[in-house]
T-cell receptor
Framework: DQQVKQNSPSLSVQEGRISILNCDYT??????FLWYKKYPAEGPTFLIS?????DKNEDGRFTVFLNKSAKHLSLHIVPSQPGDSAVYFC????????????FGQGTELSVKP | DSGVTQTPKHLITATGQRVTLRCSPR?????VYWYQQSLDQGLQFLIQ???????AKGNILERFSAQQFPDLHSELNLSSLELGDSALYFC??????????????FGEGSRLTVL
């Protein structure tokens, strides 16, 4: 049962344009949603999160939007930079499940100069 | 550098064998988590330890076991290895038992190849 899904394995964007990465989930009990970024040969690093009681959270060039009715979240990167090229993982968790982060399969973003 | 150290970085072994993966959490972090990433898959939660005690369990196989020692480092033991166990194994750590916003600090991973 894939509770968190990223249906696009890859995305290619021109430098300076907007990158939009999408994520769908099935469990309405999730309390927090997160995005992690992963470069090759490195571990994932936390990027941004959003509580289930909010619909938007912004941090610099990165904005996460949450649509609870559609069980959908998205990560917007504006403007995209070549250094943003990485695999992005969407994840979710519930407070009462300790450290059990549920990850999507990841989307590989390529930002071309 | 996340501050989480995993060894070994790469490991090649044969089916039926047993391996141990080691993780040192960030200084001050009491929680350690193990995740498995198989080819083209997201990270799958295996197990969490907090201050030496098991606190949460995912879909960890019975052939796998873990522990956290008094110095807070953790080991993941994989036995009777099968080809399908080939994967990247990540360790992560956090200060508290509950994750709050969900920010974990991941190591670089141990890549296990079973031949």
């Amino acid at each position: 049962d894939q509770q968190v899904k990223q249906n696009s394995p890859s995305l290619s964007v021109q430098e300076g344009r907007i990158s939009i990465l999408n994520c769908d989930y099935t469990n309405s009990m999730f309390d927090y949603f997160l995005w992690y970024k992963k470069y090759p040969a490195e571990g994932p690093t936390f990027l941004i999160s959003i509580s289930s009681i909010k619909d938007k959270n912004e941090d610099g060039r990165f904005t996460v939007f949450l649509n609870k009715s559609a069980k959908h979240l998205s990560l917007h990167i504006v403007p995209s930079q070549p250094g943003d090229s990485a695999v992005y993982f969407c994840a979710a968790h519930r407070y009462n499940q300790g450290g059990k982060l549920i990850f999507g399969q990841g989307t590989e973003l390529s930002v071309k100069p | 550098d996340s501050g989480v150290t995993q060894t070994p970085k790469h490991l090649i072994t044969a089916t039926g064998q047993r391996v141990t993966l080691r993780c040192s959490p960030r200084s001050g972090d009491l929680s350690v988590y193990w995740y498995q990433q198989s080819l083209d898959q997201g990270l799958q939660f295996l197990i969490q330890y907090y201050n030496g005690e098991e606190r949460a369990k995912g879909n960890i196989l019975e052939r796998f076991s873990a522990q956290q020692f008094p110095d807070l480092h953790s080991e993941l033991n994989l036995s009777s290895l099968e080809l399908g166990d080939s994967a990247l194994y990540f360790c992560a750590s956090s200060v508290a038992l509950a994750m709050g916003t969900g920010e974990l600090f991941f190591g670089e991973g141990s890549r296990l190849t079973v031949l």
